[in-house]
């Protein structure tokens, strides 16, 4: 279905929405799971549900749960003893109220997945670029899930020897919904962005709603099917070690599209760049955005100035002046590079699928150890475990209502929008501040909790809430474009590439210290007033928020890709200033989220780790919450050492592989013919060739470097642990921790300056001493561009992926050190094994970077002859098929 527009006597054809069968028998299926989950949520208050006891392995000696059963292991005592097993009541209404949150969310994603496919998709331009984008996202996860359900399998195959069938259902319950959960996103994320491109040329309020909520059907969808999984396989599991398998599925596939992801985006942006025919179209395309903003500004300070002076005139006035400054528009999408297109699908992998998967892994480690030391380590089992459940299910009903509204004006700047967003987030902290109080002073009503702890819970959970968004706003004001550090980057940038380095690294480092000292004394403070279970309350609120967060941290790539649609399709004025907004405001969502992602891996990590000391010298019939200074030895000192050292030998490999992949990508294109446009076919088939030829290349190629940092990050945990014991294994995980906290946002907050810097010089923002307006064909652009091309791998792929890898690292020491536990104390009689891990990873490596790439090269030429017997049987041409023979030879020299 088409409608059409009539612009200046020119006939447009657009192409209406589809309406979505699938989405509105979801929503019908989400709401009566909501009702059933709210009824079941009732029966339990009113004990008229059924009753789910469990039983469980005690970390602490306590008196008996409050709330019963009274039928426990030992009849006759009082008490529960250390490492002795005792009987608990399930926090049924909590999890039954997550089970109607989690539906609510998913009914909210249906809903706006509809919503967004009604919407007008644009003109035959906009269309086809998008489905250039939506090719290559399609091949990237065809070649890509087979690999991961390859590490899932042998991840599940150890899961289920080590720690039995109930962690082996966890861990494919996980694995599979993170997997779903970033798939789903990702696709519907494609169809939005050339809705997004097209309502931008109406209205700035239209087009922020729509790109709001197609970046909300990502956040929302991980983080509700983490809360619902885990409320669910608790109920059915009934064991809360187990749990921890649900997070080990996840971390493998949040690992992957994270790593992975970003080095194939990097790669791809990186090798676009060195391809000199797409520098020559972006240098010509960054002037014409400085053109167009110096005439947006000169427009705006004419109409004040008429406003000033009392004259006649209006917004009309200033929109017909615009339009005349359009020219004829020419098809500059159908003269790129394909290669050109590669960072687009990038940023959908990278930025939303990746994000996806690590908010559902970050938040279903939490929760998992929330139930950990809930049961296990507190003394009322079915309110401490469900505390941390109903924060978390009220975090996710306030994110997606709040979704639905985003108060924006046509005037409005991406600063003003930020803030209309960060309001968002605020409703949502009260809301569970106010649900958080009610379930504490009902407890406290009952009697098993005093007043002192009523009011350490408050303050806890407020603390938890407000970090992750302190921490955002103080890197924001080192990065966005509205502040003086980046004003003053830009500014010096014509003192050379040193100065602009060195600033942007002095910045970052700088930009560590309040996160890095605000997360230390939220960790010190809550430990003072609640120890362990104080830890666990902290890091459930911190992703109490992820849903809307994680929402406008996809709509960043989302942005990023509807401004370049734009920038492809138009040179209307307004739409492009619109877009820019936007993609300013995606820039700082987008850095926003990665902020995010760095506090819940810090917060989930630090509960990883004191969960694994629980299990451990629980399982030795000592308390651990009174081994201090015992833990403190040279093993442990050794521990905070080689954590030191795994960690930098991460951040290399991650660096180098993205290196490797971008010269790949470059020698690829200007070597091979397969991935040039097709000159005799029209735009998009002219693109859709080469781009999947390309994005196989690259899937393959990301694929192989992955392998390193993989087998670097399963190495760890299993050195640390047959090396130096469990305390060296603890202070291994917890010193890495710190580290990464700090590394990883010193690395994204100097990646971004350097982005927000150029683009302060792009937009025509800088000016110097005379009031002369600074440009793109400047030394100050220049000297930029270098600082962002290095920046790149630190901000997009090196920084967030570290995140991941200590997470990775934390669960699989988890696993490996409690459930099989295959460490002991001290290494006297394993410290072998670890030289064997060392030894047998180091060949590993080896072979990812050689022998890999010799079996990968076999298997393409099989696939080959393979495809070229099937096309001789199909009737083709000898002479094509000579040469696509040739071309597809070339494509495999490059591996």
Same mark, same amino acid.
């Given at each position: 279905?088409?409608?059409?527009?009539?612009?200046?006597?020119?006939?447009?054809?657009?192409?209406?929405?589809?309406?979505?069968?699938?989405?509105?028998?979801?929503?019908?299926?989400?709401?009566?799971?909501?009702i059933?989950?709210?009824?079941?949520?009732?029966?339990?208050?009113?004990?008229?549900?059924?009753?789910?006891?469990?039983?469980?392995?005690?970390?602490?000696?306590?008196?008996?749960p409050?709330?019963?059963p009274?039928?426990?292991?030992?009849?006759?005592?009082?008490?529960?003893?250390?490492?002795?097993?005792?009987?608990?009541?399930?926090?049924?209404?909590?999890?039954?109220?997550?089970?109607?949150a989690?539906?609510?969310?998913?009914?909210?994603?249906?809903y706006?997945?509809?919503?967004?496919?009604?919407?007008?998709?644009?003109?035959k331009?906009?269309?086809?670029?998008?489905?250039?984008?939506?090719?290559?996202?399609?091949?990237?996860?065809?070649?890509?899930?087979?690999?991961?359900?390859?590490?899932?399998?042998?991840?599940?195959w150890?899961?289920?020897?080590t720690?039995?069938?109930?962690?082996?259902?966890?861990f494919?319950?996980?694995?599979?919904?993170n997997?779903?959960?970033?798939?789903?996103?990702?696709?519907?994320?494609v169809?939005?962005?050339?809705?997004?491109?097209?309502?931008?040329?109406?209205?700035?309020?239209?087009?922020?709603?729509?790109?709001?909520?197609?970046g909300?059907?990502?956040?929302?969808?991980?983080?509700?099917?983490a809360?619902?999984?885990?409320?669910?396989?608790?109920?059915?599991?009934?064991d809360?070690?187990?749990?921890?398998?649900?997070?080990?599925?996840a971390?493998?596939v949040?690992?992957?599209?994270?790593v992975?992801g970003?080095?194939?985006?990097?790669?791809?942006?990186?090798?676009?760049?060195?391809?000199g025919?797409?520098?020559?179209?972006?240098?010509?395309e960054?002037?014409?955005?400085?053109?167009?903003q110096?005439?947006?500004?000169?427009l705006e300070?004419?109409?004040?100035?008429r406003?000033?002076?009392?004259?006649?005139?209006?917004?009309?006035?200033?929109?017909?002046?615009?339009?005349?400054?359009?020219?004829?528009?020419?098809?500059?999408?159908s003269?790129?590079?394909?290669i050109?297109?590669l960072?687009?699908?990038?940023?959908?992998?990278?930025?939303?699928?990746?994000?996806c998967?690590?908010?559902f892994?970050?938040?279903?480690?939490?929760?998992s150890?929330?139930?950990?030391?809930?049961?296990?380590?507190s003394?009322?089992?079915?309110?401490?475990?469900?505390?941390?459940?109903?924060?978390?299910?009220?975090?996710?009903?306030?994110?997606?209502?709040?979704?639905?509204?985003?108060?924006?004006?046509?005037?409005?700047?991406?600063?003003?929008?930020?803030w209309?967003l960060?309001?968002? =987030?605020?409703? !949502?902290? %009260? &809301?569970v *501040?106010?649900?958080?109080?009610?379930?504490?002073?009902?407890?406290?009503? $009952? +009697?098993?909790?005093?007043?002192?702890?009523?009011w350490?819970?408050?303050?806890i959970?407020?603390?938890?809430?407000?970090?992750?968004?302190?921490?955002v706003?103080?890197?924001?004001?080192?990065?966005?474009?509205?502040?003086?550090p980046?004003r003053?980057?830009?500014?010096?940038?014509? =003192?050379?590439? !040193?100065q %602009? &380095?060195? *600033?942007?690294?002095?910045?970052?480092?700088?930009?560590t210290?309040l996160? $890095? +000292?605000?997360?230390?004394?939220?960790?010190?403070?809550?430990?003072?007033?609640?120890?362990?279970?104080?830890?666990?309350?902290?890091?459930?609120?911190s992703?109490?928020?992820?849903?809307?967060?994680?929402?406008?941290?996809?709509y960043?790539?989302?942005?990023?890709?509807?401004?370049?649609?734009?920038?492809l399709?138009?040179?209307?004025?307004?739409?492009r200033?619109?877009?820019?907004?936007?993609?300013?405001?995606?820039?700082?969502t987008?850095h926003a989220?990665?902020?995010?992602?760095?506090?819940n891996a810090?917060?989930?990590?630090?509960?990883?780790?004191?969960?694994?000391?629980a299990?451990?010298?629980?399982?030795?019939?000592?308390?651990?919450?009174?081994?201090?200074?015992?833990?403190?030895?040279?093993?442990?000192?050794?521990?905070l050492?080689?954590?030191?050292v795994?960690?930098?030998?991460?951040c290399?490999?991650?660096?180098?592989?993205?290196?490797?992949?971008s010269?790949?990508?470059q020698?690829?294109?200007?070597?091979?013919?397969?991935?040039?446009?097709?000159?005799?076919?029209?735009?998009p088939?002219?693109?859709?060739?080469?781009?999947?030829?390309?994005?196989?290349?690259?899937?393959?190629?990301?694929?192989?470097?992955?392998?390193?940092?993989?087998?670097?990050?399963?190495?760890?945990?299993?050195?640390?642990?047959?090396?130096?014991?469990?305390?060296?294994l603890?202070?291994?995980?917890?010193?890495?921790n710190?580290?990464?906290?700090?590394?990883?946002?010193?690395?994204?907050?100097?990646g971004?300056?350097?982005?927000?810097?150029?683009?302060f010089?792009?937009f025509?923002?800088l000016?110097?001493?005379d009031?002369?307006?600074?440009?793109?064909?400047?030394v100050?652009?220049r000297?930029?561009?270098?600082?962002?091309?290095?920046?790149?791998?630190?901000?997009?792929?090196?920084?967030?992926?570290?995140?991941?890898?200590?997470?990775?690292?934390?669960?699989?020491?988890?696993?490996?050190?409690?459930?099989?536990?295959?460490?002991?104390?001290?290494?006297?009689?394993?410290?072998?094994?670890?030289?064997?891990?060392?030894?047998?990873?180091?060949?590993?490596?080896?072979?990812s970077?050689?022998?890999?790439?010799?079996l990968?090269?076999?298997?393409?030429?099989l696939?080959?002859?393979?495809?070229?017997?099937?096309?001789?049987?199909?009737?083709?041409v000898?002479?094509?098929?000579?040469?696509?023979e040739?071309?597809?030879?070339?494509?495999?020299?490059?591996?």
């Open positions: 279905m088409t409608a059409q527009e009539t612009h200046d006597e020119d006939e447009i054809i657009i192409f209406e929405g589809r309406f979505s069968w699938w989405a509105a028998w979801c929503m019908m299926i989400w709401v009566i799971c909501f059933m989950s709210t009824v079941a949520m009732v029966l339990s208050t009113r004990g008229s549900a059924f009753d789910i006891v469990s039983e469980e392995i005690s970390f602490i000696k306590e008196l008996n409050p709330y019963g009274e039928d426990q292991p030992n009849a006759d005592a009082t008490m529960r003893e250390i490492n002795q097993m005792f009987r608990y009541k399930l926090p049924q209404t909590a999890l039954f109220y997550s089970l109607a989690a539906s609510l969310g998913l009914f909210t994603v249906s706006f997945t509809s919503y967004m496919l009604l919407e007008d998709q644009g003109s331009r906009v269309i086809d670029i998008g489905l250039v984008i939506a090719k290559g996202v399609q091949v990237y996860f065809e070649r890509t899930t087979p690999v991961i359900i390859f590490f899932l399998f042998c991840g599940a150890y899961v289920g020897v720690a039995g069938i109930s962690a082996l259902i966890c494919v319950a996980g694995a599979i919904l997997l779903i959960s970033a798939r789903t996103g990702v696709r519907v994320t169809q939005g962005q050339t809705r997004l491109a097209h309502a931008l040329s109406h209205e700035l309020f239209d087009a922020l709603q729509i790109g709001i909520r197609t909300s059907i990502g956040g929302l969808l991980a983080t509700s099917l809360l619902g999984g885990m409320a669910g396989m608790w109920l059915i599991i009934r809360t070690v187990s749990l921890s398998g649900f997070g080990s599925g971390a493998i949040s690992f992957y599209l994270r992975g970003g080095i194939f985006s990097k790669g791809a942006d990186i090798g676009a760049d060195l391809v025919e797409i520098e020559e179209h972006r240098q010509e960054d002037h014409r955005v400085f053109l167009l110096q005439s947006m500004a000169e300070a004419e109409r004040k100035e406003l000033k002076k009392g004259m006649e005139g209006d917004d009309q006035d200033m929109m017909e002046k615009l339009r005349r400054m359009e020219v004829e528009m020419q098809d500059i999408a003269q790129l590079h394909p050109d297109f960072d687009a699908v990038g940023e959908n992998i990278n930025d939303v699928s990746g994000t998967a690590d908010l892994e970050s938040m279903v480690l939490i929760l150890t929330c139930a950990i030391i809930g049961t296990k380590g003394p009322v089992p079915h309110f401490n475990s469900g505390l941390p459940f109903w924060i978390v299910a009220t975090g996710k009903i306030g994110c997606s209502l709040v979704a639905y509204y985003c108060h924006v004006h046509e005037r409005f700047t991406s600063r003003q929008i930020r209309s960060r309001f968002n =987030l605020f409703s !949502v902290i %009260v &809301v *501040q106010v649900v958080q109080i009610l379930i504490s002073f009902q407890e406290f009503l $009952a +009697g098993t909790i005093d007043f002192t702890r009523f350490h819970f408050c303050v959970s407020l603390m938890g809430q407000l970090a992750p968004e302190i921490v706003l103080f890197a924001e004001y080192f990065t966005s474009t509205d502040y003086a980046v003053s980057l830009a500014l010096n940038a014509d =003192l050379g590439v !040193v %602009v &380095v060195l *600033q942007g690294f002095g910045q970052g480092f700088l930009s210290s996160p $890095a +000292g605000l997360m230390i004394v939220c960790v010190v403070l809550t430990w003072q007033m609640e120890s362990h279970y104080g830890l666990v309350l902290l890091s459930a609120s992703v109490s928020g992820t849903g809307f967060q994680g929402g406008i941290a996809s960043g790539a989302i942005a990023t890709n509807a401004h370049k649609i734009v920038h399709t138009t040179y209307h004025s307004m739409t200033h619109r877009a820019n907004i936007c993609a300013a405001l995606g820039d700082s987008a989220g990665n902020m995010v992602s760095a506090v810090f917060s989930a990590v630090f509960n990883v780790a004191l969960t694994l000391l299990q451990t010298y629980t399982a030795m019939d000592m308390s651990y919450m009174q081994v201090t200074g015992a833990i403190l030895s040279n093993h442990s000192q050794a521990g050492v080689t954590g030191v795994l960690t930098f030998l991460f290399a490999n991650t660096m180098i592989a993205c290196l490797d992949t010269k790949a990508f020698k690829y294109c200007k070597e091979s013919k397969a991935v040039s446009r097709i000159d005799k076919l029209p735009f088939q002219s693109h859709i060739k080469p781009l999947k030829t390309l994005t196989r290349y690259g899937t393959i190629m990301s694929t192989r470097m992955v392998f390193s940092p993989m087998i670097n990050t399963l190495a760890v945990p299993l050195i640390g642990g047959y090396i130096l014991g469990v305390k060296g603890l202070f291994l995980i917890s010193g890495s710190v580290l990464i906290l700090c590394l990883s946002i010193l690395l994204i907050n100097s971004q300056s350097w982005v927000s810097a150029r683009k010089v792009l025509g923002l000016k110097d001493v009031g002369q307006v600074i440009g793109p064909e400047s100050h652009n000297n930029l561009l270098i600082g962002e091309s290095i920046g790149g791998p630190m901000e997009d792929t090196t920084g967030p992926a570290m995140n991941n890898f200590i997470k990775f690292v934390a669960v699989f020491a988890f696993v490996t050190g409690g459930p099989a536990a295959l460490y002991d104390e001290t290494p006297e009689n394993t410290w072998f094994l670890g030289f064997l891990v060392i030894i047998g990873s180091t060949s590993m490596v080896a072979f970077k050689v022998g890999l790439t010799l990968l090269r076999v298997v393409s030429q696939m080959e002859r393979r495809r070229l017997r099937q096309a001789y049987e199909d009737g083709e000898p002479e094509d098929i000579a040469a696509q040739d071309d597809d030879d070339d494509f495999d020299l490059h591996f």
